[in-house]
């Protein structure tokens, strides 16, 4: 297993371990993201429930506290 990425948001709204991402190539496939954070994980304008992974596809939008980027596939 390799070491996992780690990238930095410096935005005040944003925790120090604010949310992960994780890429399953074993059933189900995809990729995840787990909320950690005090001011809320949003995917496509909609808060991440705590504590559970969800499904991230291609062309959804992300936001961290008020940081936003959006998935694009390469």
Wanted: charged share 20%.
């Amino acid at each position: 297993a390799g070491v996992p990425e780690r990238v930095g948001l410096a935005h005040p709204s944003c925790s120090r371990l604010h949310a992960a991402l994780q890429f399953e190539a074993a059933p189900p496939h995809g990729l995840f993201l787990w909320d950690a954070s005090t001011h809320g994980t949003f995917l496509n304008k909609q808060r991440v429930p705590g504590g559970e992974f969800t499904e991230v596809r291609v062309g959804d939008t992300l936001r961290f506290g008020h940081c936003e980027s959006g998935l694009f596939k390469q």
